[in-house]
């Protein structure tokens, strides 16, 4: 057990006995394959349902929605496929853009036909990883980016 000071007492530290979590609880990311993609990521992969709530939040705040596809050789950015200029990477996100799948969807007020493409670009790649990225046209900026569809040879994702 740990003893830990309370800050609420004035002059005299209470002491409070706290059962120690176990590491596995503690771990934030795995030190192993813990690659790791954009937004959602580290949850299990988004169901259906879960896809159009997304793609709903997205039209609905105006931004332009943008799917872009990646076969898993070169999904992940490695030290064989880079250029560094040094050893510090933190922060320095290589291969950030993959292969667009059509033009972005400049102007679409229909989650529908977002859905659409995404299944259309599921069935055209079924070994590519897919990703769904949206623009706010105001602020110059890309608002969100997730991935809509893995293959069925990925492996990356486990619980902690």
């Not at 990646?70 to 050893?87: C, K, L």
Request: overall charge positive; glycine content about 2%.
């Amino acid at each position: 057990a740990l003893a830990i000071k309370s800050a609420a007492a004035s002059s005299v530290a209470a002491k409070v006995a706290v059962k120690a979590p176990s590491a596995n609880r503690m771990m934030v990311w795995r030190p192993d394959n813990n690659k790791m993609f954009e937004t959602f990521s580290y949850l299990p992969p988004l169901s259906d349902d879960q896809i159009a709530r997304q793609v709903d939040y997205i039209v609905n705040n105006g931004w332009t929605p943008c799917l872009e596809f990646s076969e898993p050789e070169i999904a992940y950015t490695g030290s064989e496929s880079t250029a560094r200029m040094g050893p510090v990477s933190s922060n320095y996100f290589d291969n950030r853009y993959w292969t667009m799948w059509k033009l972005p969807m400049f102007g679409c007020s229909d989650p529908v036909q977002v859905l659409r493409e995404i299944d259309a670009a599921t069935k055209a790649f079924p070994n590519a990883y897919i990703r769904m990225c949206a623009f706010d046209a105001s602020r110059q900026v890309q608002v969100a980016s997730m991935l809509v569809h893995r293959p069925a040879s990925a492996k990356e994702w486990r619980p902690v």
